[in-house]
């Protein structure tokens, strides 16, 4: 199949640290050359992540940390994960793979293959990425849904298997349950016969926890959250509790785990969360993990695993992928305002 690649191409560049001013939409950025094991996508949807967007003050658990006022700036764009500039954000599309790399692995892509990806430098119309983090979408998910799930479905699948293995009958707690990890966290501890107690920050997302497989959904007030594990799980604490929002309630997630259990941190969302002294997990002998998704999926057959498990899900349990909204690319400055200011609920998408 032979397909015309232009010379430049439409993408978001940051040149520097900052705040969203400095995402930069362009459409003179050149179209990358796919080296040693690559393949060369043509984007159809764009993810995007709190990882890649500002947090917001004065907005998330204020009763929490009243005095607090969150990061600005994302891990990458603010320099707290550093990486190199100038640079495309993103990390993960899916689209149709347009060329092939030198001795591209695994041989059974072609030119004109559906994929879905996961990387670096997704904010564009075209990607370079390597062959062994993408994989063929199946018949009968749509592209747009590949896109959505792939990054943060295989976290949450991953955090379930690996970080701590939930087995049936589980009592489990859940920050930011409506969110994009916390939606998929919801179904797939449903789907394995987990009960969950889930975090959420207004009624509609407390709502739409439940609909999700959320047993027991409160707010983020401290009492209302001890209460809740103290009542459902005879005061014996949950097995384990998934905590992507980070400085902000770590201290209560640790508070509700119980015995030998464990507190599973994956995300900074309101702040990376401070030192602390190691005895405190003594008292009940818990485990504290802070896993990344990478980690978890490093080699091929990792990442063929965990997503051909995802998609089976996603086909034979009817996961409910949500997409809050599909954005121009040329607007992403309103979709990460959007995200920053958690009028979102689900997946936030990107079209070139």
């Not at 764009?77 to 060329?99: F, M, V, W």
């Not at 904010?123 to 983090?133: F, G, I, R, S, W």
């Not at 016969?193 to 509609?204: L, N, V």
Request: hydrophobic content about 40%; charged content about 25%.
């Amino acid at each position: 199949m032979a397909t015309s690649i232009p010379k430049t191409m439409k993408g978001v560049l940051i040149e520097k640290t900052g705040g969203i001013d400095v995402l930069e939409y362009r459409t003179d950025l050149p179209v990358p050359e796919p080296k040693e094991g690559e393949i060369l996508v043509k984007n159809e949807y764009i993810g995007i992540n709190y990882i890649e967007t500002t947090r917001v003050p004065d907005q998330i658990l204020p009763q929490l940390l009243p005095q607090t006022h969150f990061p600005r700036n994302s891990y990458f764009r603010s320099g707290l994960y550093p990486s190199p500039k100038p640079e495309i954000l993103g990390r993960e599309a899916s689209g149709t793979i347009i060329s092939l790399g030198p001795s591209s692995h695994p041989s059974s892509f072609s030119v004109g293959d559906k994929v879905v990806w996961m990387g670096t430098s997704g904010y564009a119309e075209y990607t370079a990425t390597p062959a062994d983090k993408a994989m063929k979408i199946p018949s009968q998910i749509s592209s747009a849904d590949a896109c959505a799930a792939i990054l943060q479905g295989l976290t949450a699948i991953t955090l379930v298997e690996e970080a701590h293995k939930v087995e049936k009958g589980d009592w489990v707690l859940v920050h930011a349950a409506a969110g994009g990890v916390g939606l998929w966290l919801c179904q797939i501890l449903r789907a394995k016969g987990a009960r969950t107690i889930a975090t959420a920050s207004s009624e509609e997302k407390r709502a739409l926890a439940k609909e999700n497989g959320v047993e027991v959904v409160v707010g983020y007030d401290k009492d209302e959250v001890l209460d809740a594990v103290k009542k459902h799980t005879a005061g014996e604490g949950v097995r384990a509790a998934f905590d992507g929002v980070g400085k902000a309630t770590f201290d209560l997630s640790l508070e509700t785990v119980g015995r030998k259990g464990t507190m599973v941190s994956f995300g900074n969302a309101s702040g990376a969360v401070e030192p602390f002294t190691i005895s405190r997990l003594t008292a009940k002998n818990i485990k504290v993990a802070r896993p990344t998704l990478f980690n978890y999926v490093h080699t091929r057959d990792e990442f063929e695993r965990y997503s051909n498990e995802l998609f089976d899900m996603m086909i034979h349990d009817e996961f409910n992928v949500r997409i809050h909204e599909i954005y121009p690319l040329a607007e992403v400055r309103r979709a990460t305002e959007d995200i920053e200011g958690r009028r979102t609920t689900g997946k936030l998408l990107m079209r070139p």
